[in-house]
């Protein structure tokens, strides 16, 4: 079987990650992936902030808990020590789809390289906050932009299950 068909077909979403960092070349060929998404117009609009810090990433899982309504304690990111923040600018007509399209590269390369991944959603609301345009800020990120997801990424802390039957007629 083709190596793309492959890696479509076999991604699943993992929701234990074991706490080690993945390498810094499998990072950085994700994020290169993660720009290689098509875009309306090719205007390659959407952006990737990657979370390494445990700190930073810490504090990203205690705001999408919150906005989950979850107890405290949980880990919406199911443990996963690096998140891929993907945003895109408001001011183009297709950014959801952009976006979007960014968080599919990112989680079927990081398949490829045998790196565990789940969409976390929750985004849009996170980068509503105040707080969270004051962080582009001092990123240096300027403009009007919306979170589209974050793509968890680590090595997997067990089994992925594998893909269900596909459904008839789909």
Known sequence: MNETLKVLEERRSCRNFKPDMIT???LQQILRAGTYAAT????QSPIIIAVTKKELRDQFAEENRKI???????????GAPVILVVLANKA????????SL??????NAAE??????????????EFELPE????????GVDGEWEGIGHCAVGY????????AKRKDNR
Request: hydrophobic share 40%; proline share 6%; aromatic share 8%.
């Open 102 to 107: 960014v968080m599919g590269n990112l989680m």
């Open 92 to 99: 183009i007509p297709t950014h959801v789809y952009d976006g």
């Open 68 to 78: 989950m309504g979850a107890p405290e304690g949980v880990d919406p990111f199911y």
């Open 40 to 43: 309306g117009m090719g205007k």
């Open 112 to 125: 490829s390289l045998g790196v565990a991944n789940i969409w976390i959603h929750r985004a849009k609301e």
């Open 156 to 163: 997997v802390d067990g089994e992925i299950p594998k893909a």
């Open 132 to 139: 969270y345009q004051e962080l582009l800020k001092e990123l």
């Open 24 to 26: 810094e070349d499998e």
